[in-house]
């Protein structure tokens, strides 16, 4: 009979010791997080399908990603009535930071891309993906720091002034997103 009392009672213990240890951890971890709370994610996107991409502009141009989006139907809905492709976005594409708030943008695509502050929204440098505007549309004008991520990449964006500021990817210009500072 001992045991089995034993033997029962060994995970028992085992299971309070690993809830202990585990409610010791959150005590140490929770003040921290409120640290991380100071921080709002930007989620950069694209499915680009490597073989189409760097076949038709260049090695390395599509990397991370087996299979995906394929280029002739991407370039398809860069045009004003699809206004680019959706699955190359940031998100969430509108946010208000709070004071010391930090921007982080995380590149979950598999091309690189900027996430750069414009006067207004407008075209990119690259001009074939500028169609998504109507004839005529100017140029975005930057403000600052270019930004660009590489696929895979984290950049954190930090002491923005008050105010609304406009991001944009220069390579993709309906990549845009709209930044509130409190």
Sequence with gaps: MGSRWSSSF???????GVV?????ALAIVAPG????????????????DPDGFNAMFG?????????????????????PEDFGHNAWRFSPGQMTLKPGQV???????????????VVDFGGGVIPPLNAVFPPGRPLAQPIGDLRFIP???QLDVTGLS?????FECLIHPWMQATVGQA
């Design 10 to 16: 060994r995970p028992a213990t085992r299971r309070i």
């Design 20 to 24: 202990a240890l585990s409610l010791v």
């Design 33 to 48: 997080s409120a640290v991380a709370g100071g921080v709002r994610n930007v989620q950069i996107l694209d499915r680009c």
């Design 59 to 79: 090695d390395g141009v599509c990397i991370l990603r087996n299979g995906g989006v394929p280029v002739e139907q991407f370039l398809r809905r860069v045009n």
């Design 103 to 117: 921007l982080q943008l995380n590149n979950r695509g598999g091309e690189t891309h900027s996430f750069t502050e």
């Design 151 to 153: 696929a895979g990449e």
């Design 162 to 166: 008050m105010g609304t500021h406009l």
